[in-house]
């Protein structure tokens, strides 16, 4: 069965560092692309960051670019998703999903993918306030 466990959410003051992690097991990770996303309460979910299968491409929202950073450990079948100089807006719950690109454009992070076809995490809470 294929399972995304989120993990390194918390609350931190505005400023701050956090690393989430994103653990697969039952599927070989290096054959997925990964998405980070976020939804805030009342909010629309909003893809934060994506990489492809290798971490050679990756892709931010403008409003996380420069401060959040993604990566992958295919050996240890782990994605990770350092995320610095918190702002108050980025609180939100944060998911890792994965699926499979069927297009060059969806591999390399350029085309979005159908949420439908994302296998999901359960979902970390990120809060950042003083």
């Known amino acids: 069965q294929l399972q995304l466990v989120e993990s390194g959410g918390g609350l931190v003051q505005p400023g701050g560092s956090l690393r989430l992690s994103c653990a697969a097991s039952?599927?070989?990770?290096?054959?997925?692309?990964i998405g980070w996303f976020r939804q805030a309460p009342g909010k629309e979910r909003e893809r934060v960051s994506c990489?492809?299968?290798?971490?050679?491409?990756?892709n931010y929202a403008d409003s996380v670019k420069g401060r959040f950073t993604i990566s992958r450990d295919n050996a240890k079948s782990t994605a990770y998703l350092q995320m610095n100089s918190l702002k108050p807006e980025d609180t939100a719950k944060y998911y890792c999903?994965?699926?499979?690109?069927?297009?060059?454009?969806?591999?390399?992070?350029?085309?979005?993918?159908?949420?439908?076809?994302?296998?999901w995490g359960q979902g970390t809470q990120v809060t950042v306030s003083s």
């Open positions: 999903a994965a699926a499979r690109a069927t297009s060059i454009a969806q591999a390399m992070c350029v085309m979005a993918i159908d949420p439908e076809m994302y296998t």
């Open positions: 039952g599927f070989t990770l290096d054959d997925y692309v």
């Open positions: 990489i492809s299968r290798t971490g050679y491409s990756t």
